[in-house]
């Protein structure tokens, strides 16, 4: 229902990050096995990490970096936060946009704070944003992880947030929770009872189980190509 509903909106959201799909030039960034070149990338080095992303998109006269919706990653080998349960977990939930840190991020509608949080472990979302939307009566919810630290200032559960404010920046590591800057976007119909996290990846077994709880947030950020 929700991706119906998201659809049937999609023209009415604003953008959640200064970026113009139509005339900014972007990459998609394949980060699973099938791309060789992340065997030479010292991965657990965030600068080296940092200087591979970032020289892909120079390399190729791009300003930003797209991708990762139920995308299955290798890179998560790099932390043991991905490595807790008997599966490993490798699924991405979310789309990452990989841009310089400061870059601004917004409300694509209306809502309200429903938690925050640092989640401070290597390789985790860093400062995290989780916003309460209603769509025609739908509840659901966008998570925004890799912030600034100055992105956690002055909110409170409950804060209303305007369509189209400024929400967030992204972050720089190790405060990002160690990673080269990127937002993580991410869709919820059920946060299972958590507050200021949710799993951004999950194993190959409960793969559809989290697929239809976060639905593609491609249906509200509209880049040309990804898979909807």
Not at 4 to 33: C, G
């Amino acid at each position: 229902m929700i991706t119906e509903l998201l659809k049937k909106h999609q023209a009415s959201f604003a953008p959640v990050v200064p970026f113009d799909w139509a005339k900014n030039d972007f990459l998609h960034l394949d980060f699973t096995q099938q791309n060789t070149e992340l065997e030479q990338v010292e991965l657990q080095n965030s600068q080296l990490f940092s200087d591979y992303v970032f020289g892909k998109l120079r390399a190729a006269h791009a300003s930003v970096g797209v991708g990762g919706y139920n995308e299955h990653r290798t890179i998560y080998r790099r932390s043991a936060h991905f490595q807790q349960t008997e599966e490993p977990r490798c699924i991405h939930l979310g789309v990452d946009i990989w841009a310089a840190a400061g870059t601004p991020v917004f409300s694509p509608l209306a809502g309200r704070v429903h938690s925050f949080a640092n989640n401070a472990n290597f390789g985790d979302y860093g400062p995290t944003i989780i916003l309460e939307h209603h769509l025609e009566n739908q509840l659901f919810y966008s998570l925004y992880g890799h912030l600034s630290a100055e992105s956690l200032e002055g909110l409170y559960e409950g804060k209303p947030i305007e369509k189209g404010q400024l929400i967030a920046t992204f972050g720089q590591f190790p405060i990002n929770g160690d990673w080269p800057p990127h937002l993580h976007f991410q869709l919820i119909t059920d946060l299972l009872g958590l507050k200021g996290d949710f799993p951004g990846v999950c194993t190959l077994r409960e793969r559809e189980r989290f697929l239809q709880l976060c639905p593609d947030p491609n249906l509200i950020l509209g880049i040309p190509g990804l898979f909807q």
